[in-house]
Every structure is written in C-alpha cells, then in structure tokens.
Nanobody, 121 residues
Framework: QVQLVESGGGLVQAGGSLRLSCAAS????????MAWFRQAPGKEREFVAV????????YYAESVEGRFTISRDNAKNTVYLQMNSLKPEDTAVYYCAYGLGYTRERDYDYWGQGTQVTVSS
C-alpha cells in the first residue's frame, strides 16, 4: 500500500515558477515509477511527466517539455515537479501517481488527492 500527499500548489503569475512535492508512505516507494497528471476545469485528466524508479529516466508531455522538471529523492520518499515559465493554460489540479511508468491513467494504482495550481495572466 502506498499513500501519496501532494503539496506546493498555489496562485502564481504567468512566467512564474512553482515546485510541487509528493510525499509517499510505504516501503515500496523506490520500486516503481512516479508520475504527475493534471486536470483542468471541464477537461479530462492528462499526463504531465513521469520518472522511473531510480530517477535515471524521465518523459514529458509535449506541452510542458523544457519548462517542467520531474525528480525524485528515494531517501525522502518524495517526487517533485519544478514548474517554470508557467502559463495560464497550466492552471489545473495536479496529481501525483505511483505505478508502472507509462502515460495512461490506468497504469497507476495509487493517486494523491491533488493540489491546485492557478496561473494568472
């Protein structure tokens, strides 16, 4: 069993930065991939970024490539999402997830409760 708790969301102006954190509990944190998804109002939840169990491999959605960076610290059971050059279209609830490491929701068994990110223009 893995429990995930996100933090770090908030209100920021366009062009600004935020760093999201996702703290995990459970002894198997460093065995599987971690990912970030997001859901904007009126839209389906979408993939943002994923990192493998060791942190040696990452993959990003095209919409955030070059602006967002995913990382993990297995000693702290935490995954991060550094978000730079934020745009109003990045406004969404951001969720971390734990699972197989692909880009589909169904590949992840555990989810956090989400943290709101709002980017003003």
């Amino acid at each position: 069993q893995v429990q995930l708790v996100e933090s770090g969301g908030g209100l920021v102006q366009a062009g600004g930065s935020l760093r999201l954190s996702c703290a995990a509990s459970g002894r198997t944190f460093n065995k599987y991939a971690m990912a970030w998804f997001r859901q904007a109002p009126g839209k389906e939840r979408e993939f943002v970024a994923v990192i493998n169990w060791s942190g040696s491999s990452t993959y990003y959605a095209e919409s955030v490539e070059g602006r967002f960076t995913i990382s993990r610290d297995n000693a702290k059971n935490t995954v991060y999402l550094q978000m730079n050059s934020l745009k109003p279209e990045d406004t969404a609830v951001y969720y971390c997830a734990y699972g197989l490491g692909y880009t589909r929701e169904r590949d992840y068994d555990y989810w956090g409760q989400g943290t709101q990110v709002t980017v003003s223009s």
